[in-house]
């Protein structure tokens, strides 16, 4: 059990908006630490797809965005597309732990 | 091109050592921070150490400290995981990842292609 967490799945239909969440602590999200976005495609490596709550890195399409609010961070998927089938992880820093940390990955399904 | 290329996973027994190593290319390694991080089979990923640009400030998760010791050759441009009394929990993908940062936070960009390590008797 991640310190960060993540619903296990979203699904939606081509072209619709899907919202992740990437809920922490006070001694994480909450302390001020930024949150970062990967993807992983099956049978792939996983991918920075943003980095400090709200930017993309060059070549991530725009239809990806995050944002971060208290102790919670969110990636929306804006114009859902087939290639976007995945998993996504959000990542932070844990002054308790005093390490990285990953939250537990939500799959998305495009229906 | 930024390349990270894992090498030296392999099959060991519970209790076992392992060293893994991460060739790095196309870009000033010396430069960066890189950090190890894991991937159990079916799991998310698991940050499992950090070493800074000049291999000074090591850092280890909990699950490792005291097991592994990460190092550095900035001059071969290669970075080192010395495991050691390894369990079947340690079982995973080992990815290097360069560690990119903004006002102390970090991020990991980009990934090796991993390195499989099994433990098992």
């Known amino acids: 059990q991640s310190v960060l967490t993540q619903p296990p799945s979203v699904s939606g239909a081509p072209g619709q908006r899907v919202t992740i969440s990437c809920t922490g602590s006070?001694?994480?999200?909450?302390?001020?630490?930024?949150v970062h976005w990967y993807q992983q495609l099956p049978g792939t490596v996983p991918k920075l797809l943003i980095y400090?709550?709200?930017n993309r890195p060059s070549g991530v399409p725009d239809r990806f965005s995050g944002s971060k609010s208290g102790t919670s961070a969110s990636l929306v998927i804006s114009g859902l597309q087939a290639e976007d089938e995945a998993d996504y992880y959000c990542q932070s820093y844990d002054s308790s732990l005093t390490g990285f940390v990953f939250g537990d990955g939500t799959k998305v399904t495009v229906l | 091109e930024v390349q990270l290329v894992e090498s030296g996973g392999d099959l060991v027994q519970p209790g076992g050592s392992l060293r893994l190593s991460c060739a790095a290319s196309g870009f000033t390694f010396s430069g960066y921070s890189m950090n190890w991080v894991r991937q159990a089979p079916g799991k998310g990923p698991e940050w499992i150490s950090y070493?800074?640009?000049?291999?000074?400030?090591?850092h280890y998760a909990d699950s490792v400290k005291g097991r592994f010791t990460i190092s550095r050759d900035n001059a071969k441009n290669s970075l080192l995981l010395e495991m050691s009394s390894l369990r079947a929990d340690d079982t995973a993908m080992y990815y290097c990842?360069?560690?990119?940062?903004?006002?102390?936070?970090?991020?990991?960009?980009?990934w090796g292609q991993g390195t499989l390590v099994t433990v098992s008797s």
């Open positions: 070493i800074s640009s000049s291999g000074v400030s090591k």
């Open positions: 990842a360069r560690g990119a940062s903004a006002a102390g936070f970090e991020w990991f960009d980009p």
């Open positions: 400090r709550n709200s």
């Open positions: 006070s001694s994480n999200i909450g302390a001020g630490s930024d």
